[in-house]
């Protein structure tokens, strides 16, 4: 099985920046996704990790740590449509991923 | 493009009755999945389907049925439907591969009585 552990909710200020963290344990680790849900939408792809270290995509930012079991994702200037869900899903062997419950982000003014 | 639509988006179904929601998608995608959302539980996969004419039970697939009769349809089943099954259910596909990136569909929010 995976266990999946992300913060449940999390706050921050309009034009700040914030990191999202995932710790994970899976076995036959291959790969992390990222995904973004806002409420009452489906969620969609942000960022596909499979070695170690940061990638950036515009204002964000997904960093993996294989060994550690870690992944986080960094958001910069942060806008109020910022304001969602954030889904780490650690992928194993040739099983379907599964998704962390998510860490719902309120951007204030 | 439409990409990944579903049907209904909205139902109300009585215990015991039973329904099935269709999901349709039109980017010649392999893989499709059907999960459903429960608030605090995250997605949770139901079933999957990798091709046409397959069909594996995923995480939570007591109480439900699928069919990949199509390439382009994975349908879900409830034969019976149970209070416990409201939820919201979405559909998702994507290219070959578990490590490809997913397309969800925007859902169907069903209650069931």
């Known amino acids: 099985g995976q266990n999946i552990d992300q913060p449940t909710e999390m706050t921050a200020t309009e034009g700040a920046i914030v990191q999202i963290n995932c710790t994970y344990q899976t076995s036959g680790f291959n790969g992390l996704f990222w995904y973004q849900q806002h409420a009452g939408e489906a969620p969609t792809f942000l960022s596909y990790?499979?070695?170690?270290g940061l990638e950036e995509k515009g204002r964000f930012s997904s960093f993996l740590s294989r060994s550690k079991g870690y992944s986080y994702l960094l958001l910069k200037e942060l806008q109020m449509k910022d304001s969602a869900s954030y889904l780490c899903a650690p992928g194993s062997g040739n099983t379907p991923l599964v998704f962390g419950k998510g860490t719902r982000l309120s951007v204030i003014a | 493009n439409a990409g990944v639509t579903q049907t209904p988006k909205f139902r109300v179904l009585k215990t015991g009755q039973s329904m099935t929601l269709l999901c349709a998608q039109d980017?010649?995608?392999?893989?499709m999945y059907w999960y459903r959302q429960d608030p605090g539980m995250g997605l949770r996969l139901i079933h999957y389907?990798?091709?046409?004419?397959?069909?594996a039970k995923g995480e939570v697939p007591d109480g439900y049925n699928v069919s990949r009769l199509k390439k382009q349809n994975f349908l879900l089943g409830l034969e019976s439907a149970a209070p416990s099954q409201t939820s919201v259910y979405f559909c998702?596909?994507?290219?070959?591969?578990?490590?490809?990136?997913?397309?969800f569909g925007d859902g169907t929010r069903l209650s069931i009585l």
């Open positions: 389907s990798v091709g046409e004419g397959t069909t």
């Open positions: 990790n499979v070695l170690d």
């Open positions: 998702a596909s994507s290219l070959r591969g578990v490590r490809q990136p997913q397309h």
């Open positions: 980017m010649n995608h392999e893989y």
